[in-house]
């Protein structure tokens, strides 16, 4: 038993590595393409507690949660469990998700996720249009009709430990964006063919977690969005891949760095993130827990163009063998974006 893991440790270390090493040669290429990748809206991370610690989260991913960080911490879901965090982001755009996850043997875990983004309405606008109406007002290329792009995800995650210290995970997510659903449909002017504004595809997430044993250090590696480009219009665009590495530990707890606590721990966050559409990115992040009832967050983002610090808290209920869960995070975006919050609520029933 203990070489059939081994062999499968080795197999899925051997992938993330070969992924995070083509990441890695690929970075002065990548950095080159800032903005090129589509379906942006899969890098709007939820989970309120992980953006809390700058994103910082994917040694530490646990439970239902690590469905849309870590597909391996899902392994450590312990019975039924429920989330949701919904985002009023940029520009009056918001971003919802929810998740699931449910046991399926006493080492596997199975979870069901989906994201959805309501941009709201936009006011279409033609080039042609352009100019002045004949009672001498200017007219912006406004065409009188309305449209809402849309966005979202479904997927399914499967976290498996495979003995007291590895954790592996996969998960299968099925991506639609659409940039127009109004009244006009665009084309080639010479062949007539019709562009496509609108697309889907299919995306997996890779992710292993390692508790080394050592004063409860943590190791964690994932590979999100994998898969084939997309098409719009007429260019090709990638799907926002990203690569996480990280390592969590704890300064004080039951086997600390520091100090030894029962009803305390402080646990100290790093990932180093690597998209395929921007430079070497680096995440950090602290978070505090007081008798597993108050919890007190905040993080770092290091080599983003606007974004910098973020904090936020959680409170948590134990009712019988349920656990409610509410956390929250903020996020500062720069002084021209301003500020998204995200709130998380979750539960628990063993």
Sequence with gaps: MKLICSRIIISWLHRLVVLGGLATIAG???????GTTSMQFL???PVARATAMGDAFVALAEGVEAVFWNPSGLALAEGFQITGTHIPYLIDTRISSAAISFPIGSLSRLGL??????????VETRTDLLGFNPDGTYNPGLTGNMFSPQAWAIGISYGRALNDQFRIGITAKYVHESLYNGPLSFGDPESGEAYATSTQIFLFDFGLQYDTGYRSLRLGAAVQNFGPEVVFVEENFAAPMIFRLGIAWDL?????LLLQSSNQRLTLIYDLV?????????HVGLEYV?????????????????ERWTWGGGLYVHLGSARLAFDYSYND???DLGVTHRITLGAQLK
Excluded: C
């Design 113 to 122: 996720q989906v994201q959805y983004v309501d941009y709201g309405e936009i």
């Design 43 to 45: 890098k709007v991370m």
């Design 290 to 306: 007081f008798a597993n009832v108050l919890a007190l967050r905040a993080g770092r983002k290091i080599n983003y163009d606007t």
């Design 252 to 256: 004080v707890g039951l086997s600390p």
């Design 333 to 335: 975006m720069g002084k």
């Design 28 to 34: 002065p290429t990548w950095a080159q393409k800032v």
């Design 274 to 282: 690597h998209p395929n559409d921007y430079d070497q990115q680096m």
